[in-house]
């Protein structure tokens, strides 16, 4: 898995309704020209075309290549996965302002997803029912075990990312999240 630590410049650039969707598109979906995002996002073609070159700038997406695509512009994401801890933007107002509002986006997103989940979840076969979970757990850890955690989380996780899906396979939606639990004070 190719994960970037977003610099300043592309947390700035990534912090835009648009830019973040058409990214998260490419990494879900591959490749696509602007045409076929901007009807999947339901945008036009030439605001989909600039902010993909606005990515592009700051090494987000890049053109892909395409044999016997003719004149079609196909892009692609750069890595599959972005991380960025909020305190390497302190230096910067804009960049950490973004950082806010990417973490934001996030949230709303887990949100709907998993109500979306609920409601469809009577009609889900019971293999699917029993196979989702939400749970939360309550530890007692200092930073650098909770860092520790984490990186062996992601450790896990990306060895069930590579592997070969089996029969019935369907995309998963996982969300790590480890903060201090500040009603504790």
């Known amino acids: 898995m190719d994960i970037v630590r977003l610099r300043n410049d592309q947390i700035r650039v990534l912090a835009h309704p648009l830019r973040s969707r058409l990214l998260g598109s490419l990494r879900l979906h591959g490749p696509a020209t602007a045409t076929s995002l901007a009807t999947e996002l339901g945008t036009n073609t030439g605001a989909t075309s600039y902010h993909l070159r606005q ?43 973004a950082a806010d509002w990417l973490a934001s986006q996030q949230l709303g997103r887990l949100t709907s997803q998993f109500e979306a989940w609920r409601a469809a979840e009577p009609e889900e076969p019971a293999e699917w029912r029993d196979a989702s979970s939400l749970s939360d757990y309550y530890l007692e850890l200092d930073a650098a075990q909770a860092r520790a955690l984490l990186a062996e989380l992601d450790a896990v996780v990306h060895r069930w990312r590579d592997a070969e899906p089996g029969p019935g396979a369907r995309q998963v939606l996982l969300y790590l999240a480890a903060v201090p639990n500040l009603e504790e004070r």
Do not use: K
């Open 55 to 97: 990515l592009a700038e700051v090494g987000l997406v890049a053109e892909q290549e395409r044999p016997g695509s003719g004149r079609q512009r196909f892009w692609r994401s750069v890595h599959d996965m972005s991380s960025w801890h909020r305190s390497q933007y302190d230096d910067d107002p804009d960049a950490a302002a």
